[in-house]
């Protein structure tokens, strides 16, 4: 993050975005709760949960307290300027049609990856909880390497330092060096797979989305179900079908640039 003058903080501000964030993890929460999740005091989460109602951020039932609807404008302002989601989300259809399969396009946001366009098939072998806005960490996932791979050397510098590597199964991976061998690979292959890295039973594969400077701005990646996909047939399958709608994506965001992710 950019050192400021704490004197330019806004410290309640800070206080009620956590609180707001606490709150999106989905259950109605206590108000000890609220303060313990955000990581501030009964008093501050209160004042900041009265704000947030006052606003028509926060509802408030007997169970709890709940994040309302409102908040989807936050994400929705988000989305409404990225030319990626006007572009991508109809080759994603086509996409999944093609290797019915679940599909999604994925940006980097510090050490995370979030989903900003997804399609999933009518049937489908393996269940796919992911949203528009899921995060998941970049470092475990196949779109995640293939956009770790796509930084400058200064941009990895900042964003290897704060990956927590932290082990989701026996299969995850557990060093920086484990890493930039795969980064290395993703490099040389111009695609990433992983196996069974997030979560059991689940194989994934991604290839970069590159603007006309040669910058990867996203990554197009399926998630497989590990019984039914062999890695042999996800690069002789997938592979070629990412790679075709990726070059698509591309192109056509020649007409409407990406704004480039800042480093922070």
């Not at 309302?68 to 086509?94: C, I, K, N, S």
């Not at 330092?161 to 199964?169: A, G, K, M, Q, V």
Request: glycine share 6%; charged share 25%; aromatic share 6%.
């Amino acid at each position: 993050m950019p050192e400021i003058n704490p004197r330019d903080r806004v410290i309640s501000l800070e206080r009620g975005l956590d609180v707001l964030l606490a709150l999106g993890q989905g259950e109605r929460m206590s108000l000890r709760e609220v303060a313990e999740a955000a990581g501030v005091s009964r008093a501050a989460a209160r004042r900041s949960l009265l704000t947030l109602m006052n606003l028509g951020y926060v509802g408030e039932s007997p169970d709890g307290y709940e994040i309302r609807p409102r908040v989807f404008q936050f994400g929705y302002a988000y989305l409404g300027r990225q030319p990626l989601t006007a572009v991508g989300t109809p080759y994603l259809l086509e996409l999944v049609g093609r290797i019915d399969e679940f599909a999604s396009i994925a940006v980097l946001d510090d050490a995370d990856i979030v989903h900003i366009v997804r399609e999933t098939p009518a049937n489908r072998l393996i269940s796919v909880d992911i949203n528009v806005g899921s995060r998941f960490p970049a470092f475990s996932t196949a779109q995640g390497r293939v956009l770790l791979a796509g930084l400058t050397d200064e941009q990895w510098k900042q964003e290897s330092s704060r990956l927590e590597l932290r082990r989701y199964t026996p299969h995850t991976l557990e060093t920086i060096d484990e890493l930039e061998k795969q980064l290395d690979s993703v490099r040389r292959l111009g695609y990433a797979t992983n196996d069974q890295q997030m979560a059991s039973g689940v194989r994934s594969v991604a290839v970069p989305i590159i603007e006309k400077s040669g910058t990867t701005v996203a990554a197009l990646g399926s998630i497989v179900n590990a019984a039914s996909w062999t890695f042999r047939a996800i690069r002789a399958q997938l592979v070629p079908e990412l790679r075709q709608v990726a070059e698509k994506i591309s192109d056509d965001l020649r007409a409407a640039p990406v704004q480039r992710r800042r480093t922070r």
